[in-house]
């Protein structure tokens, strides 16, 4: 007799190609395979209308199978449906017994069938296993067993089955339940064309496979559904429980369920839009994430962005050598993998790329939320919490990683003992306390003698000419063309008054991003120095400024280190709100203190590192105390320390702004010399044109010898009086 074993596999192996056999017994009781040339003739089932469950398990092991010469379910003496139950559950149940007892188990099954119906078999079978104790690999190898013994159900093939053990069970259903998948593949296809999923199955038996296909994946998602559980959930009555607390945890944390899309685009409007590098900074993000919270996880990718773009080699990271190396690979265009990691990223670029299929990412506190004790999660727990994850997003008609940030929120609030509003703090709130800021006038500067009418024009004459400046600086899509150009991320700028000698002006305070220095507290990261003091030379050199300053607020700080105070109000102040503080200062101080404006606010702040943090602390809150709003609005004043900077340019002296240049140039910076004087050039001649525009209607007096070196001839093509300017001084 032919090993039923290897005979059996090679049907299988034929009918997923797309072959018709037949399992044929001879006269001696060989089992053996042969060609069956005119399936049709087997039992053929009704393809006037759709079967029933009953209709398929009743029709297909005669077609399954294809058994002629009577080695059929009849051999055995039963019913085909019990037949292949009977002889596939055998040995998940019994597995160290023989072929005794094969019989009458058979027999009792019939009895069953004959009087309640072979739907009351399954559940006698569950009895009899968990009667004799089966373990849960026993119980998954049964449902397996009746699955495939409904129906690839003769009694031969399901006793042959049953005798190799769950592996042989686990290959008969993978037969059927990929049969199952092209049978349904092709009925859904239009009738006479070429089925393009796989070789033609006859039509004939495509109903009664796509059933059987149907039943084998919802035995197996059944018997899966514990696979990878926490400990403990072992009913069906325990995991609805568990559902339930996710679920509840989901809705408490609803309102931060746009945590990704919140943080995607926080991340695409600060590069202007560019995708490619938003999509660098999520990858950044992504290797840096591990174990580490928000706001030092964002400190860490914007290090590396900055070090980056400075040319500088890349050093951050919790775990720095490693993360270092594979931000520098990701940067320099390698691929990179990882589960978690590759989940998380795909999360951030959902507004980014909303092409990206989106996943389930899984950390810590989503381990927690499902009741899991350990750090170190297996594939099995990992894939639970997704698929759990999935089945919630479905029932609230949310997207996968909204329901995952929402149930994260809301389990970080219950373990932290913090609100919802706490918890949910992203991306875009941690980009919000990375920046600093450049404030800057458009009048130009007195030592520059140029168009200094101005002084004494109008406010709105001013007010017009700002903002036609403030144009010039931007490119084609309306974002800050010298932040895109030197690679510095930037929500933007806001409009706010100027004060300067005694006098309110108009001004703009352009924020760009400034991380903290790595391992260093109340520290700007240098290389984000860098750039920003390119970005002021820029300003400077265009706008022809006495001198252009920043700042970057650090608001976790000591009452000595204090040398910044954010007067927050909601709004930024107004012209007359500036101009009373500054009087009020100048009164307690006895010398001018230029308020600086803010977003919802305005600050204060000590630029004289020799004057002392308390007595400017006094001062301020002296100012504050007398200062008597226009809407009466609350004020509440908020101590930092902040990390200041100004450059300076003497224009009766350095009429193209050398000192600008040379202030980068003396850190050593020659690359980023060349980018400042390639992003003058391109701007400059606009500059000129708005001058020359405001110089003929209001009669203002231009300085021709003002940035003279950036007015390029056609024979021009570098600035050589800046060159050779800039080298004496830096060699002075």
Known sequence: MKDLEAELMNSYSLMD??????????????????????????????????????????????VVGGLAGGATAATVGLPGDIAGLAAGAYKAIFPDEGEGRLEAFTNTLADISDKYGSGAVKGYLRDQAEQVGASDVQMEALEEAMTVGEFGGVGGIAKGVATKGPQMLSKAGDGIQTLGDRATAQLAET????????????????????????????????????????????????????????????????????????????????????????????????????????????????????????????????????????????????????????????????????????????????????????????????????????????????????????????QKAKEEGTDIATSKFDYSDALDQNLAQISWESIPGRTSSHMLEMFDAPYEVQQEYHVAVSKAFQDEDGFDLVARRLGIPTPGDFEAPGYFEGKVSPGTQSELVAPKQ?????????????????????????????????????????????????????RAFSEAETKRLADLLKQEAGFEIAPIGASGGVRIINFDPDFDNKEFQRIAKGAIDKLELDDDADMDAVLFASQ???????????????????????????????????????????????????????????????????????EQVTPPQMSEQAEGINNG
């Open 17 to 62: 190609s797309g072959g018709n056999i037949e399992l044929f017994r001879g006269e001696d009781g060989s089992v053996t395979m042969r060609p069956n040339p005119m399936p049709y003739l087997r039992s053929p089932m009704r393809q006037a209308e759709p079967q029933s469950l009953e209709q398929t398990v009743e029709e297909l092991p005669a």
């Open 191 to 410: 009738p006479g064309q070429k089925l393009m999923s796989g070789p033609p199955i006859d039509d004939i038996v495509n109903k009664g496979f796509a059933a059987a296909g149907d039943a084998v994946k919802k035995a197996r998602a059944k018997k899966n559904i514990f696979v990878g559980a926490p400990k403990g959930i072992d009913t069906r009555s325990k995991l609805n429980t568990l559902r339930r607390n996710v679920e509840k945890l989901a809705i408490e944390g609803a309102d931060a369920r746009f945590w990704y899309e919140r943080s995607g685009k926080a991340i695409l409007d600060a590069v202007g839009g560019d995708k490619a590098e938003a999509e660098k900074i999520a990858q950044i993000v992504a290797i840096t994430s591990a174990g580490t919270p928000v706001k030092a996880n964002f400190d860490f990718a914007l290090q590396a962005y900055a070090q980056h773009k400075a040319g500088q080699p890349i050093m951050t990271g919790r775990f720095p050598t490693a993360m270092s190396k594979r931000i520098e690979q990701v940067l320099g265009g390698q691929d990179w993998e990882g589960r978690k990691t590759n989940n998380f990223y795909v999360n951030l670029m959902r507004v980014v790329d909303p092409q990206k299929v989106q996943g389930v990412t899984t950390d810590l506190w989503m381990m927690r939320s499902f009741g899991f004790d350990t750090d170190n999660p297996t594939d099995a727990q990992y894939t639970f919490v997704e698929r759990e994850t999935n089945r919630i997003a479905d029932r609230l008609e949310w997207e996968p990683q909204q329901a995952q940030a929402a149930i994260w929120v809301a």
């Open 518 to 570: 790595y391992k260093v507290d109340r520290k700007v990261e240098p290389a984000a120095i860098e750039l920003i003091e390119a970005y002021a030379a820029v300003r400077g050199v265009l706008m022809k400024q006495d001198g252009v300053g920043y700042h970057r607020p650090f608001y976790q700080t000591t009452k000595a280190a204090g040398n910044g105070i954010e007067v927050r109000v909601g």
């Open 644 to 714: 200041n900077g100004l450059l300076e340019n003497n224009w009766s002296a350095s009429k193209n702004g050398e000192e600008y240049i040379s202030a980068l140039g003396a850190k050593g910076r020659s690359d980023l010399q060349r980018k400042v004087q390639d992003i003058i050039n391109e701007v400059q001649p606009r500059i000129d044109e708005i001058d020359s525009d405001f110089s003929e209607r209001y009669g203002f007096t231009r300085n021709e010898q003002i940035n003279s070196s950036f007015r390029k001839t056609e």
